[in-house]
Structures are given as C-alpha cells and as structure tokens.
C-alpha cells in the first residue's frame, strides 16, 4: 500500500522564480493538504482540494496556487518566490467521502530560496 | 489567539520510562479530533493517535495513549516504556468540524540511553 510521495525532496531557487511541487496521495485517498512548515515551527495550512477544486484556504497570498487532478495527485505552485518562503512543504491526503479525519503525510519537499 | 498549546518546547527521557507531553486546545465547536502526529530528522509527519470530542474512552495505539481530559481542554500524549527511536518533535493538532488541521508549536523528545 503505497504512502504519500512527493517530489522533489530538495529544491534550490533564487528569489523571484517560480517553483512546482508534487504530491502523489495514499491508494484510496480523494483529498490532499498543503502545508508549509518553517524552521522550528509547527505546519502552517495552505490549502486543500477536494474533487479537483480548492476547498479550503489558509493565510497565504495569492502567489501559492495550486491544482488537483483526476488521479487525486497534486501540485503547489509558488511565483514570485521570496526568501521567506524557504521551508519544508509537506502534503497530506486523507479520504472525504469515508469521513476519516486522519490526514497522512507525505516525506516533504524542502525549499531554499536564496 | 493560540488554538493549540504545548508548553514544553523540549523535554527528556531515561529509555524504558514513561514520558507524558502536554497539549491543550481552545475551541467553542462541539465537534472536534485531536491528533499526534511525530516528526523525526527526516522530516516526514507520521500519525499516532486519534481521539475524538465524542470518544467516551481514551485512545490507545501500542504504546501510545492519549490523556483526554475534556472539561479541561487537555489531551496530553503518554509514552510508556520510551525507546531510542522515539527522539523526535512531536506536534499536537486540533481539527474542528468542517476546518483543517491546527497545529501546535511541538515539543522536541530526547530519549537518554
């Protein structure tokens, strides 16, 4: 049974660019979290898709986007990227239609941006 | 205001002894989970516990259980018989009906041999 993948694992920018990461959730899961967790601190929700829409939005500015597909898989796009944006991402997926509330997360995709 | 409490930023444990970590949450919903999820050096999240606002009985998963004390807001996580590997940063979370995930700031476990 596969678990939540991401990639990549690693990724470094220059501030202003533009990044792309992905998320593979659980076999059987129907929903996927964003979450971005900076250095020493607990993860912060981004958003979450549900049925290829977003459903829920944390407080972030509009330069984090992102998109689900008809595989239930993911991406989290960020533009105009800054230095602060530099952290760990994590993805979470967990399945709406069963109501489980468990969220199961995935390895991570850390961020430098320098 | 902070919806999720943990005050212990760092806390330490002789291996084979029980360790409890404390988390309290503020919420007016009725209907809620509490997580613990346990987060080692490589960075991947990995869940542990569940309770729920209406569970009449504290969770259990091996050695992981899970003091709900619910008119005080409390739902502290108990270790019993703590190994080498549970050295980590353990994060408590709160999702209200119909929300997403709060975390807590967490509390970083060092188990000493």
């Known amino acids: 049974d596969a678990g939540v993948t991401q990639s990549p694992t690693h990724l470094i920018k220059t501030r202003g660019q533009q990044v792309t990461l992905r998320c593979s959730p659980k076999?059987?899961?129907?929903?996927v979290s964003w979450y971005q967790q900076a250095l020493g601190q607990g993860p912060q929700f981004i958003f979450q898709?549900?049925?290829?829409?977003?459903?829920q939005r944390g407080n972030f500015p509009d330069r984090f986007s992102g998109h689900q597909f008809p595989n239930y898989s993911s991406e989290l796009n960020v533009n105009a990227l800054l230095l602060g944006d530099s952290a760990l991402y994590l993805c979470?997926?967990?399945?709406?239609?069963?109501?489980?509330?468990?969220?199961?997360f995935g390895p991570g995709t850390r961020l430098l941006v320098l | 205001a902070q919806k999720i409490t943990q005050t212990q930023p760092g806390m330490f444990v002789q291996e084979k002894e029980a360790v409890t970590l404390d988390c309290t949450y503020d919420?007016?919903?009725?209907?809620?989970?509490l997580f613990w999820y346990k987060q080692p050096s490589s960075g991947e999240m990995i869940f542990l516990i569940y309770?729920?606002?209406?569970?009449?009985q504290n969770a259990t998963e091996g050695r992981y259980s899970l003091n709900f004390q619910k008119a005080r807001k409390s739902a502290n996580l108990v270790i019993s018989a703590s190994q080498l590997g549970d050295s980590a940063m353990y994060f408590c979370a709160m999702r209200e009906w119909g929300q997403n995930f709060v975390f807590g700031p967490g509390t970083r476990l060092s188990v000493l041999p």
């Open positions: 979470a997926s967990s399945q709406t239609t069963s109501g489980e509330e468990t969220q199961y």
């Open positions: 309770q729920g606002s209406y569970d009449q």
């Open positions: 076999s059987g899961h129907d929903t």
């Open positions: 898709y549900y049925e290829e829409e977003e459903r």
């Open positions: 919420t007016s919903d009725p209907s809620y989970g």
